[in-house]
């Protein structure tokens, strides 16, 4: 059921648990966290980087995916089409394309032509019935080109962002996207609990999910962290399983070198890797 991702990411902020946005890549990568929301009765967020989308032929192409395998599969858990760290034209493209969620990612402008193009959308997609991200202080490491040192957010920035009306704040908190080094300092909570009490009632956003430990995962939602992006997570186990099938000579046996037995691994790999997030994150039986 293709919905905004307000309504589920309130009652996330309420209940004390986090909605998990896992991005997809291709059908498989949507087929498997599809079926596996459905499974554990979850909400769940499908995420789109502007450059997976490219890789998809289009924001179009995407959306009509998602539509369809959505109805296909009967999936009646609670579902959002949402753009990540999108850019203002990413952003109206998406909108245009059928999402029913976007991110605008003005953490690299300064704070008053972010508060402006934040402004902007927030108005555009909230005429549309979408919801909206928004995100201050960038990320640490590499998305789609765009590179952050991880810098945290100035709570009083957070709350300017918040106060436009957003359905969910990124903050970084020290938070890398990719594979976290041997030296990362970890999570400023102190952080994190500075943006909470400036914000709110907001449902914060943790980007980076690959990688953090349990014990962090949790204290964040403690803190007010109602959404948790994985992305390198399903990769790296997707390649991880497709590898062990081709050096194990599966693909060579019989018609092991059909696509659909090829990728079959790798997809269930996503399957259990979503569904070990989902019960971390707490959002089982939450739909």
Request: proline share 3%; net charge negative.
């Amino acid at each position: 059921m293709l919905v905004s991702a307000t309504e589920m990411l309130k009652k996330a902020k309420e209940g004390h648990y986090a909605v998990g946005q896992f991005n997809i890549n291709n059908l498989e990568w949507t087929k498997s966290i599809l079926l596996t929301a459905q499974e554990l009765n979850s909400p769940v967020i499908l995420g789109v980087s502007e450059g997976a989308g490219k890789y998809m032929t289009g924001f179009k192409t995407v959306a009509a995916m998602v539509k369809a395998m959505d109805e296909e599969l009967g999936i009646t858990v609670p579902v959002a089409l949402h753009l990540d760290h999108g850019t203002y034209e990413g952003c109206y493209k998406c909108i245009k394309a059928g999402f029913t969620s976007i991110m605008f990612d003005g953490s690299h402008y300064p704070i008053e032509e972010n508060v402006a193009k934040t402004t902007e959308l927030v108005n555009v997609a909230h005429n549309l019935g979408l919801s909206i991200e928004a995100e201050v202080g960038s990320i640490g490491g590499e998305e789609d080109g765009v590179i952050g040192a991880g810098e945290c957010a100035d709570p009083n920035e957070c709350k300017m962002i918040a106060d436009l009306g957003v359905d969910m704040l990124a903050a970084g908190i020290g938070n890398i996207h990719g594979k976290y080094p041997a030296n990362w300092a970890g999570l400023s909570f102190e952080t994190l609990d500075a943006v909470q009490q400036k914000t709110g009632a907001m449902p914060l956003v943790l980007h980076g999910g690959t990688g953090i430990p349990d014990d962090m995962i949790k204290k964040a939602i403690d803190l007010g962290v109602s959404k948790i992006n994985v992305n390198t997570e399903c990769q790296l186990v997707f390649q991880e399983a497709t590898r062990a099938y081709i050096e194990a000579g599966k693909d060579l046996e019989g018609k092991g070198f059909d696509p659909r037995k090829l990728l079959a691994p790798g997809a269930q790999a996503i399957c259990d890797k979503v569904k070990e997030k989902m019960e971390l994150f707490g959002s089982v039986n939450k739909a």
